[in-house]
């Protein structure tokens, strides 16, 4: 699938910081055909909105995770937690 070029249009304006490794990188992909071009886009897009929807579920989720490890403390509290090597935790289950 080739994703839409909004996203191209939008980091055009941070082209002047683009490191030397991503110029080389995209001084060969201009060097493939179109269609390869198009393959190599769709893939860097792809990869940078899944990112993107990475750092916006981790986001969302902090405090679930804070809530978590506060658990996880008061079990430690109250000796609700056994210390166990990996081995011991995969022969208990």
Request: proline share 0%; glycine share 0%.
């Given at each position: 699938m080739i994703y839409p070029f909004i996203p191209v249009i939008r980091c055009a304006k941070r082209m002047n910081s683009m490191t030397e490794l991503?110029?080389?990188a995209v001084a060969e992909v201009s060097k493939r055909t179109v269609t390869q071009q198009n393959v190599i886009a769709s893939?860097?897009?792809?990869?940078?909105?899944d990112d993107e929807k990475w750092d916006t579920v981790f986001a969302a989720s902090q405090d679930k995770l804070a809530k978590?490890?506060?658990?996880?403390?008061?079990?430690?509290?109250m000796g609700r937690v056994k210390k166990m090597g990996f081995d011991e935790l995969l022969a208990s289950s």
């Open positions: 991503l110029k080389t893939l860097i897009l792809a990869e940078l909105a978590l490890a506060n658990k996880v403390r008061d079990d430690i509290k």
